[in-house]
Each structure stands twice: as structure tokens, then as C-alpha cells.
């Protein structure tokens, strides 16, 4: 049975499962589910969060982003993208929810404002606080490259590189000041070399 994915296309969440897909060279048939679509019964039914991504594969429903492209990676065995045991799944873990609690928590305010223009996020100073801290994680993460000289936990591309790779991406499209960080630009390249991060990751949308 086709693998099925639920959620929009411009949704950073739903890309990181896009391109995991690609990465692993899986077909999947895409429902564009987005708004209103969220707030059903039948949608609330597979994700009680009412949120995208949500990924059907056969008897299994799976939501949060990470958790598909984890699953997706070990299904298919990919040890080189989800180490299955020691320090180097550790360290892949550890940069994935680094992303989902520290580094989404810093860029929240700043993007919404503005690259959404949402209502209510039109506080100057909140912006200002927001920015500096999405520039301070991501001198980290520049100091994490500058270390490694190649991938964000080694010299292999792994799924930590697929979610920040996404995340370093919006943060380059993002109309702000951004300190010059060399480590993160040349991993960018690097990324850039790959066909699913151009069609999903570095794809024109923030
Ligand atoms: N932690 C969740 C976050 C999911 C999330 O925030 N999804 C957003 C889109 S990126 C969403 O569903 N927003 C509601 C909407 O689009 O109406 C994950 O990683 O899957």
C-alpha cells in the first residue's frame, strides 16, 4: 500500500517528510491538507492535534514531523541516516529536538512577523529580541559545523541535517540582519548538491 502524507507543501514540517521520502527514494501519494481541513472529525481522528504533518503507512497513522522521518529511516533500514545504537544516534537525536524545543522556540516570533505578517506579531522589540536569538542558535550551529567540517554530527549527512537543513534555509530567506557564519554557508553548499533538498529544502519557499 502507497504511503500516504497529509499537509501542504509550503509547511516546513510537512517538507522535512518530503524530503526524507526523496532521500529515501519511497513514492508517496500526497494529500495537500491545510486550514479548515485540519479542524474535521476524520482529521482530528489521525492527528487529535489538528496539525500537519500526519503520514499513513498502511495500519500505522504517525504525526510530528521527526517521528515520521525517523520511522521512515529505520523502515527502510537507513543506518547511515538514523544510526541505530551509540553515540551517533545520540548525537542525531540530540540535534533534531535541539531544533524542535531550542532553535523553533528562538525563530518563532521573528518569522511569523516577518516573512507571515501574521496579526499580532508586529512588536518591534519582540522582533528585535527574536532575531538576536535566532542569530545566537545559529552561531552554534556554526560552531557544531565548524567542528565537525562537514554534516551537523559528523562527516555523514544524516536526518539531523534534514530538519536543520530546513531551518538554516528559512533562516537565509528571511528578510533580517544575520551575522556571517562561514561554517553554516559551506554546509548549505553542500546540502545544495543534493536533488531532494533542492526540490523540498532549498526550493524558493522560506
Ligand atoms: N511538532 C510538530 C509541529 C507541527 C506544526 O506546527 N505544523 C503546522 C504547520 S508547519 C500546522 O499544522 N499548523 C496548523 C495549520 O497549518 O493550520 C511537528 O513537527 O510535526
Redesign the pocket.
Known sequence: MALKLL??ST????R?VQWTLAELELDFEQEET??DD?RTPAFLALNP?????VLIDGDLVL??????CRHLAMREGRTDLLPSSGAERAHVEQWMDWL?SEL?RAWSYAFQALVRKAPGRDDPEAVARSVAEWNRHMRMLDEQLARTGAYVVGPRFTLADVVLGLAGYRWTMTPMERPSLPAVDAWMSRLAARGPYRKYGGNGMP
Open positions: 499537509g501542504r509547511s516546513i514540517n510537512v522535512k491545510a486550514g485540519l492535534n489538528g496539525m500537519i504533518p504525526w510530528q514531523s521527526h517521528a515520521i524542535a523553533n
